[in-house]
């Protein structure tokens, strides 16, 4: 059973009931995957009743939030946004960090009613939410 078979696989209807541009997202992933495969989705929800996914990349958008896990901190998409030590450096010597990335709004005149935080939970990862904010 994988590090994550306890959570859910998404949460749904996330408020957000305004036109934006851009999704920012402060993102971890549990455990790494190989680069360009997909681990999660935002789905946005328009008003109109049509919807739009934005695909969670592992290597583009997140990286393993354990840096003992995956070293490398370029992203196409992303940028480290916070990293520091582990609660227990002796027992896991590894620094964490989440990312924060950008998706483009495909339709920014229309309002997005809500949006769901989707895991696929089929890959070597699984990507976690901490924070979003849109512009």
């Known amino acids: 059973d994988p590090l994550w078979g306890g959570y859910p696989q998404a949460v749904e209807q996330i408020p957000v009931a305004q036109r934006f541009r851009r999704l920012h997202a402060v993102i971890g992933s549990i455990d790494s995957a190989p680069e360009g495969t997909v681990i999660g989705t935002l789905v946005l929800r328009y008003a109109d009743g049509k919807r739009h996914e934005c695909e969670i990349v592992y290597g583009r958008h997140v990286r393993h939030w354990w840096t003992q896990g995956d070293s490398r901190t370029d992203t196409d ?11 227990f450096p002796k027992i896991h010597p590894t620094r964490l960090r989440i990312f924060h990335s950008i998706w483009e709004n495909s339709r920014p005149d229309q309002e997005v009613v809500n949006f769901d935080f989707v895991s696929r939970m089929t890959t070597t990862a699984a990507p976690f939410l901490v924070a979003v904010t849109v512009e």
């Open 77 to 87: 998409l992303a940028q480290v946004a916070w990293e520091g030590p582990h609660a």
